[in-house]
């Protein structure tokens, strides 16, 4: 499975913005997808994530503020991102795993596709 993140921009605190994961592969409805940020000087995290049959896990740091969801018939996972802290700059980055649960452990992924900039203005 291939994936293409897209939708980041520069917002202003308090604002929204929706990320866009697509995805090649006839297979991609059988497949847990996670939304990962890294910002400068920070490790990689996972911020949401989404299993084939739409179970969802959050990050305690966007609880309650962003929405994970997924359109098979697109091929597509979105992030929907509200109430947007200046924290929450960074580049986006989505992938895939077969189980949710292995989505946590970041460093089991030697590939990433190009991430998308999410600034957040104070």
């Known amino acids: 499975v291939q994936l293409q993140a897209s939708g980041g921009g520069l917002v202003q605190a308090g604002g929204s913005l929706r990320l866009s994961c697509a995805a090649s592969?006839?297979?991609?409805?059988?497949?847990?997808v996670g939304w990962y940020r890294q910002a400068p000087g920070k490790q990689r995290e996972l911020v949401a994530a989404?299993?084939?049959?739409?179970?969802?896990n959050y990050a305690d740091s966007v609880k309650g503020r962003f929405t994970i969801s997924r359109d098979n018939a697109k091929n597509t996972v979105y992030l929907q991102m509200n109430s947007l802290k200046p924290e929450d700059t960074a580049v986006y980055y989505c992938n895939t795993h077969l189980l949710l649960l292995r989505l946590w452990d970041v460093s089991r992924f030697a590939s990433w596709g190009q991430g998308t900039l999410v600034t957040v203005s104070s």
């Open positions: 592969g006839s297979t991609f409805s059988n497949y847990a």
């Open positions: 989404i299993s084939s049959g739409r179970n969802t």
